[in-house]
């Protein structure tokens, strides 16, 4: 089975603190991704990398940013965290771009104060 | 513009019976793929089952089949024999000629026992 895993479920953080989600998937998935999901929005991609050492923006990437220094971990950053960063984050792998079927991590659950 | 939309908010079944969640799309990518992923209350994204735009038959996967109708744009998920644990939030998703996924903005099934 395909694994992803997420550092915590649930977060808690003051504004301007810097975050730092990780994800971790164990089956050499080539493709990562970032989500957040919010009520009514649905998921919105947030980064995703091809490769390691490689990333691309997503949809809502102001305010993020992402490396990639091992294939099987891919971390998010808040530089800054701010009240409207507060969501569900959500990690996923693909094995390919020709199988492009995503698995999910469990979710981190953040609050910024 | 792609698009994946989800006109049902929230949907009630009776245990043991089947329903169809629906979900059309918006593209113009000749090849495209389509998703369906059960998010339970735990928060954890399910992927459920998969569809390939040039498949010729519609995809399923035990109680779950994928109604896939190409010329009405539409790729609507079946439930059958429907379980008190199929309760969850069910999202539909495309993906698009990045290989990235569009997210609909989800239905909510409640199965009543």
């Known amino acids: 089975d395909v694994k992803v895993t997420q550092s915590s479920r649930y977060l808690v953080k003051r504004t301007g603190e810097k975050v730092f989600l990780e994800c971790v998937q164990d089956?050499?998935?080539?493709?990562m991704f970032w989500y957040r999901q919010d009520p009514g929005l649905g998921l919105r991609l947030i980064y995703f990398?091809?490769?390691?050492?490689?990333?691309e923006k997503g949809d809502i990437p102001e305010g993020y940013s992402v490396s990639r220094e091992k294939k099987e971990r891919f971390s998010l950053i808040l530089e800054s965290a701010s009240t409207n960063q507060t969501s569900m984050y959500l990690c996923?792998?693909?094995?390919?771009?020709?199988?492009?079927?995503?698995?999910f991590g469990p979710g981190t659950r953040l609050l910024v104060l | 513009a792609q698009k994946i939309t989800q006109t049902q908010p929230g949907m009630f079944v009776q245990e043991k019976e089947a329903v169809t969640l629906d979900c059309t799309y918006d593209?113009?990518?000749?090849?495209?793929?389509l998703f369906w992923y059960k998010q339970p209350s735990s928060g954890e994204m399910i992927f459920l089952i998969y569809?390939?735009?040039?498949?010729?038959q519609n995809a399923t996967e035990g109680r779950y089949s994928l109604n896939f109708q190409k010329a009405r744009k539409s790729a609507n998920l079946v439930i059958s024999a429907s379980q008190l644990g199929d309760s969850a939030m069910y999202f539909c998703?495309?993906?698009?000629?990045?290989?990235?996924?569009?997210f609909g903005s989800g239905t909510r099934l409640l199965v009543r026992p």
């Open positions: 593209t113009s990518d000749p090849s495209y793929g």
């Open positions: 998703a495309m993906r698009d000629s990045s290989y990235k996924l569009i």
């Open positions: 089956m050499d998935h080539e493709n």
């Open positions: 569809q390939g735009s040039y498949d010729q």
């Open positions: 990398s091809y490769d390691v050492k490689m990333k």
């Open positions: 996923a792998s693909s094995p390919s771009r020709e199988q492009e079927t995503q698995y």
